[in-house]
């Protein structure tokens, strides 16, 4: 099978990263969860902590675990599944932070590891994750004390500058750590762009860093070639692919190419997403296999090697638009069976 390649740019991640510091009132961390929004954890935790990233926020604890092992001793790791049961020796013998959600994972903490550092995650209104206010005024005279690291919460509609919610959100934020004197963290990409009384004294940008909005003036990462494995002329009323799902109203030019649903191009993109051969749309035939899909290059005078699915032509988030979803579902879709090739970093 030929491989289809995924290019990331990791000079334009780097780009974003210091756009986004730029437009941050304090420090900018990094969100690398989901294998770095499924462009590689590795090559793009070590180009963001070359960039001077210092904290950096993933998911669970083996994916600290993992990030640790890149990025060895320095930067600061939090976990924001908290402090899971069975995580203990993982987070003292790799230095993880968790940012502990709940009275339940206070006591885990504090009984294992009654040393190890701690954030704390608040609900200011998600119903998410972390401690809702009554549970956060009746543990705070406990917690800070210990002088957690941090206290973060996470905004539900920062995309939606406009929403009624953020300013809810930052009241209660407020309310719940004004007087702290702890470290603070509210924001990721889209409370970035909601201005500095978001910023408090580290952002949380993930999908900026990689090309998505709501960081409209993103550069694009991710670059997407999948190969052209057979062409075909197909007559008019043939169909094309599972369940007949295109049939040709004229005769048609026909190229199968090397990815499928199997690579996270989901089946939501049948018969609606396009590829590009320079500026010439190749758009989608019937059904997304699991290895390949069809494309109508009858527009195209030549035999292409490969066709551009994301590129300058189109980012994660027009593909993710054509397939009813976001730009991050696009990106951590992407599967295991790329060749990944990094440029720049
Ligand atoms: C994923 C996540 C982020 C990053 O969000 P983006 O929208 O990708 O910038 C920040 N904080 C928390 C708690 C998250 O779950």
Redesign the pocket.
């Known amino acids: 099978m030929v491989n289809s390649i995924l290019t990331v740019d990791l000079d334009a991640l780097v780009r974003n990263y210091r756009a986004l510091q730029e437009l941050s009132s304090n420090e900018t961390g990094a969100?690398v969860?989901a294998d770095g929004y499924g462009l590689g954890l590795g090559r793009v935790a070590r180009s963001l902590a070359k960039a001077g990233a210092r904290q950096f926020?993933v998911a669970t604890a083996s994916e600290g675990a993992e990030l640790r092992r890149e990025l060895g001793d320095g930067p600061s790791i939090s976990l924001?599944a908290g402090h899971m049961a069975g995580d203990s020796d993982m987070i003292n013998d790799l230095s993880l932070t968790p940012m502990i959600n709940s009275i339940e994972q206070l006591q885990r903490h504090l009984q294992a590891l009654p040393k190890a550092p701690f954030g704390v995650q608040l609900d200011t209104g998600m119903n998410r994750l972390g401690m809702e206010p009554a549970e956060w005024s009746a543990l705070r005279d406990i917690v800070l004390p210990q002088n957690p690291t941090l206290l973060m919460s996470?905004l539900a509609c920062a995309d939606a500058p406009d929403h009624a919610m953020n300013a809810q959100q930052l009241q209660s934020f407020r309310e719940m750590t004004d007087d702290t004197g702890i470290p603070r963290s509210l924001s990721?990409?889209?409370g970035i762009l909601l201005g500095a009384d978001y910023h408090f004294d580290v952002t949380?940008?993930?999908?900026?860093l990689y090309g998505g909005l709501p960081y409209a003036d993103a550069l694009p990462v991710a670059y997407l070639e999948l190969p052209v494995i057979q062409v075909r002329e197909v007559a008019e009323r043939e169909s094309v692919g599972y369940g007949n799902a295109y049939i040709a109203e004229q005769p048609r030019r026909v190229a199968t190419l090397s990815a499928g649903y199997a690579d996270g191009l989901i089946r939501a993109m049948s018969g609606k997403a396009r590829t590009f051969y320079g500026q010439t749309e190749c758009p989608v035939l019937g059904r997304v296999s699991m290895d390949s899909i069809s494309v109508d290059i009858t527009r195209l005078s030549d035999t292409p090697a490969s066709l551009t699915l994301l590129g300058r032509q189109q980012s994660v988030d027009t593909l993710a638009d054509a397939a009813g979803t976001i730009g991050?579902e696009i990106l951590t879709s992407l599967g295991a069976r790329y060749t990944r090739r990094y440029s720049g970093g």
Do not use: C, E
């Open positions: 969100v969860k926020f924001f996470h990721a990409t889209g949380r940008p993930g999908i900026g991050y």
